[in-house]
């Protein structure tokens, strides 16, 4: 993760923006009274989207179990029948 002050973010941003976006690494921006980090939105709506799916029950383990199951063995898109 990247360390900066809130100085250093101020005169920076626009770079810090676009480097988080293409790195995917966080930047600590740490100040007097507080601290914030900055991430990128395609993180952020991954780590959305992982709190979400993990906030349902049984999800966890239907992950797990769909890890074990053989490619040959999955269902392909001609098997699905659409609406």
């Known amino acids: 993760m990247t360390l900066l002050t809130i100085t250093e973010a101020r005169a ?3 770079t810090i ?3 988080v976006c293409h790195t ?7 100040g007097k009274r507080n601290n914030a980090v900055i991430i ?3 993180d952020w709506n991954a780590i ?3 709190l979400y799916l993990l906030s349902v029950p049984n999800m966890m383990e239907s ?3 769909g890890k074990k ?4 063995d999955m269902a392909t898109e001609a098997d699905l029948e659409w609406s």
Do not use: N, R, S
């Open 24 to 30: 995917h690494i966080p930047t600590l921006i740490k």
């Open 69 to 72: 199951e053989a490619l040959e």
């Open 12 to 14: 920076k941003l626009y």
């Open 63 to 65: 992950i797990q179990e």
């Open 17 to 19: 923006v676009d480097q």
């Open 40 to 42: 990128g939105e395609e």
């Open 48 to 50: 959305q989207e992982t």
